[in-house]
C-alpha cells in the first residue's frame, strides 16, 4: 500500500495504471520454479499457498486486467453479484467462493444456469447445473443462480401521533389492511383529531432511477391541452402528488369492518399521521394581533377576527379560510359564511399602497395605447377615402 501510495505522488503514472490483478499472479523463483496465486482466494480462507511469503530474487508478474473480455459474472441467489477475473481452470464452485457463498437467506437454490456465447456472441449454449455440482467454466461465461424470491422483509409502517402505541409497525408485503395497522398499535387516542388523519405513500413508485419525477413531468404534460396560467397550477398539483401520494380516506370509518378504508391495504413504508386535536383556529394577515384564537364551535369567523383585535385599515375587502387539514382556500361569503372547524386558517390580505407615481405610469401607459389607437383610426379613415 505504502508503494502504491508513492506512485500515486508521481504525476506520471495514472490511475488506471495503478489497478494491478489479484488472481493468477505469477511467482518466479531464482531456482526456476514457480507458481501462480490468487489473492482473492487469500483473503477468503486464509490459506498462504495462494500468498507465500517471497524469497530474495523472487519475481512477480502480474497479468493484465481486461474485465469486458476476460471474466466470468454471476448474480442471483448468492452473497455478492459481480463480474470477476478468469483464470484457467476456475469452476463453478471457485466463482462461489469468490461471491461469498449462496445466500442462506433464501431457502432453496432451484438451480444453476451458464450462459455460454459463442465467439461471435450470436449463439448461446445454456448448461443447468445443480447448487452440489462443479462444472468448468469458460472465459465469458456468465451465471445465475436461481431461486424463488425471499420476501420475507422488514416490511414496516410508520404510525406518528395520538394512537397508544406510535412508531414502526410491522405487516405484510400485500394484506395488512389500515385496520389491522391501527390494532396493532394500539387504536386511537382520545385526543385524537380523526378529521385530520391521513396516509403518506411513503414508497412511493415514481421514485426509482428508471423513473424520476422530470420524466413523469415530460410524460404528464405530453400530451396536455392546458393554457400558460393553468400550467402553473398543475405543476404545482403533479408536485405534490408525486412528493405525498396521500391516499383519500375516511378515519372516521375504520370500525366499520364493510368500508372502504378499513379494507385499504398499506405498503411498505407508508406513513400514517393521527394529529393530536388542535382547538385552536389560526388568524393572520392584516389584523392588529395575529394568532392562535380558542375554538368554539358554531362561532362564525367575525367571532375570531374581533379576538383577533379586528381588521386594519389598509385591509382588502377580501376574507379567505384556510381548511386546516387540505389547505383548500375559500373566499368568505360573508351573507353565506363557511362553518369555521378547528385548525382552520383566516387570512386577511393587505391593499397595495398606491403612490402618486403608479397612477401616473399608469395613466401615462393606457395613454399610449388611446394615442396609438387613434392613429391608426385615423390611417384607416384616410386610406377609405
Known amino acids: 500500500e505504502k508503494f502504491v501510495a508513492e506512485l500515486k505522488k508521481d504525476e506520471k503514472i ?32 486464509g490459506d498462504y499457498k495462494h500468498n507465500p511469503y517471497l524469497k530474495r530474487d523472487d519475481l512477480l508478474i502480474f497479468p493484465s486486467i ?7 459474472s454471476i448474480k442471483g441467489a448468492i452473497v455478492k453479484e459481480g463480474r470477476y477475473q478468469f483464470v484457467d481452470g476456475d469452476r463453478l464452485q471457485d466463482i462461489i467462493l469468490l461471491c461469498r457463498g449462496y445466500d442462506k437467506s433464501y431457502d432453496k437454490i432451484d438451480e444453476v444456469r451458464i450462459s455460454r456465447l459463442s465467439i461471435d456472441g450470436d449463439k448461446e449454449t445454456l448448461l443447468k447445473v445443480q447448487s452440489n455440482e462443479n462444472p468448468a467454466l469458460k472465459r465469458g461465461d456468465r451465471i445465475t443462480v436461481i431461486s424463488e424470491e425471499n420476501n420475507r422483509k422488514d416490511f414496516a409502517v410508520y404510525v ?28 386511537f387516542s382520545p385526543d385524537a383529531d ?32 392546458i393554457t400558460i396560467d393553468d400550467s402553473l397550477t398543475f405543476f404545482i398539483d403533479n408536485k405534490l402528488r408525486y412528493s405525498r401520494a396521500n391516499g383519500t380516506i375516511d378515519f372516521n370509518r375504520l370500525s366499520d369492518s364493510s368500508s372502504q378504508a378499513s379494507k385499504f391495504i398499506v405498503q411498505n413504508g407508508d406513513y400514517i399521521s393521527i394529529p393530536e386535536k388542535v382547538d385552536l383556529v389560526y388568524v393572520f ?80 401607459a393606457v395613454a399610449g395605447v388611446v394615442s396609438a389607437l387613434a392613429t391608426i383610426i385615423l390611417l384607416v379613415v384616410q386610406l377609405s377615402k
Open 14 to 45: 495514472t490511475p488506471e495504471e495503478l489497478k494491478f490483478s489479484t488472481r493468477d499472479i505469477l511467482l518466479q523463483h531464482a531456482d526456476g520454479s514457480s507458481e501462480r496465486l490468487d489473492l482473492e482466494r487469500f483473503r477468503l480462507t
Open 160 to 187: 406518528n401521533g395520538a394512537v397508544k402505541y406510535p412508531g414502526n409497525v410491522p405487516i405484510t408485503k400485500n394484506q395488512t389492511t389500515l385496520y389491522d395497522v391501527l390494532q396493532k398499535d394500539g387504536g
Open 194 to 225: 380523526i378529521e385530520r388523519a391521513e396516509l403518506l405513500r411513503g414508497t412511493n413508485v415514481f421514485k426509482s432511477s428508471y423513473f424520476s419525477e422530470e420524466f413523469e413531468n415530460f410524460m404528464m404534460n405530453r400530451m396536455a391541452n
Open 66 to 72: 481486461d474485465l469486458e473480455k476476460n471474466f466470468v
Open 285 to 364: 394577515g392584516h389584523v392588529f394581533n395575529p394568532g392562535y384564537v380558542q375554538f368554539v364551535k358554531g362561532n362564525s369567523y367575525e367571532y375570531y377576527l374581533q379576538k383577533a383585535g379586528g381588521i386594519g385599515q389598509s385591509a382588502k375587502d377580501e376574507i379567505y379560510l384556510i381548511k386546516g387539514k387540505t389547505r383548500s382556500w375559500v373566499k368568505i361569503d360573508t351573507k353565506a359564511p363557511p362553518s369555521i372547524e378547528a385548525g382552520d386558517y383566516i387570512w386577511i390580505p393587505k391593499e397595495p399602497t398606491r403612490t402618486f407615481e403608479y397612477y401616473l405610469t399608469r395613466i401615462q
